[in-house]
């Protein structure tokens, strides 16, 4: 049975939420036009954006349904979902009373092949987001993009925005050319944790490699479900690389890859752990135990079992302090936050979950 939460109207009272995952949308590819240099906006308008997508003009395969949206997400003016503040606030910040929300732009700044024009747009959308959406709510925060696959530049570009404390996080994608846990990453990871900025790993990307292990899929519920199996391959090069052993104050948020999977990963990486720990001399502790250290997860998708005890089960083991809230507004998926939980949650629990987890990891 779902939980509805109270929600109250008196300001000292009311349930307060930081939501992790909110995703803005641009008007139009013009939009980000005021924050490139005459030289990209004419390298794009006679080239384009060569990008590691299979496909030159179209969208990830299989196809995502218009803009990944809910249907009653497209404002009245007409414009994508996520684009329009003024609708943004109505539908989902006070609606919900959010008293702070993640942007999360996925606009694949970073999937680009030319490493200039990458590290340009991912520039441009930082302060895209700081010029029409943070500047005007105060409620929103922003997320570093960084060209993931060319760590120097990743690196100038956080210390370009680091200074400017409406930046909440840095993020990348869970889909990368390598595994994330490799060393030549490793100078944003360096650079994340001694400025204590955390890391959101937010599904999706793309590699230019098929998106499950298996090969390409015949169905969107496949390549779905295969963001999944992203974020549990990142996980695991995160801990078996050593990451979390050189950096470790380091904090990587797990954003909208679901979070059933960590027990059973846990339980079989310390298995084979056990057997072949001489492979990885590196690894001070069991795997499991960087896991509780230095891995958080979003709540959205929720994992939704036909007996709500079994969630319950599952945070337990997690740690309700490893658990932030994400809406992942204005997405098809999206989870209420009155009806998210299908099990139970005590007062202190949903004060962790909603509200105090977000506030000791994010920069607010």
Not at 258 to 277: E, I, N, T, V, Y
Not at 314 to 323: A, F, H, M, N, V
Request: aromatic share 10%.
């Amino acid at each position: 049975m779902s939980v509805v939460l109270e929600r109250q109207t008196d300001a000292t009272t009311k349930f307060r939420i930081i939501d992790s995952d909110i995703h803005p949308a641009l008007s139009s590819p013009r939009d980000l036009d005021p924050f490139l240099s005459a030289r990209w906006r004419q390298h794009i308008a006679e080239y384009g954006k060569l990008t590691r997508k299979p496909y030159a003009e179209r969208g990830t395969y299989p196809r995502f349904m218009p803009n990944t949206a809910r249907r009653d997400a497209w404002p009245p003016g007409g414009k994508p979902p996520g684009s329009d503040l003024a609708f943004m606030r109505a539908q989902l910040l006070d609606r919900y009373d959010i008293e702070i929300g993640i942007l999360e732009p996925l606009f694949g700044a970073s999937e680009v092949r030319n490493p200039d024009l990458a590290a340009a747009l991912c520039s441009a959308v930082n302060d895209w987001q700081m010029a029409a959406l943070v500047s005007q709510e105060p409620r929103l925060r922003a997320s570093i993009q960084v060209p993931i696959e060319d760590p120097v530049a990743a690196v100038a570009e956080i210390e370009r925005c680091v200074a400017n404390r409406a930046y909440a996080q840095i993020q990348m994608t869970s889909r990368s050319t390598e595994p994330i846990g490799r060393r030549r990453y490793w100078p944003i990871f360096e650079a994340a944790e001694r400025h204590g900025l955390p890391i959101g790993m937010h599904v999706g990307g793309d590699s230019g490699h098929a998106p499950t292990a298996a090969g390409w899929p015949s169905f969107y519920i496949e390549d779905h479900h295969g963001l999944v199996h992203a974020m549990q391959c990142q996980a695991t090069s995160l801990i078996l690389e050593g990451v979390f052993e050189r950096f470790p104050g380091l904090k990587v948020i797990l954003i909208e890859g679901g979070f059933a999977w960590a027990p059973s990963l846990a339980w079989r990486l310390d298995a084979q752990f056990a057997k072949m720990r001489s492979e990885v001399p590196h690894l001070k502790m069991k795997p499991s135990e960087y896991m509780k250290r230095n891995l958080w997860f979003s709540t959205q998708p929720m994992e939704e079992p036909e007996n709500p005890e079994d969630l319950r089960r599952i945070l337990d083991w997690i740690g309700w302090d490893r658990i932030v809230f994400a809406t992942d507004y204005p997405h098809w998926d999206f989870d209420d936050p009155e009806t998210a939980f299908p099990c139970k949650l005590s007062a202190g629990e949903r004060r962790m979950i909603f509200r105090e987890n977000a506030l000791g990891i994010y920069r607010l």
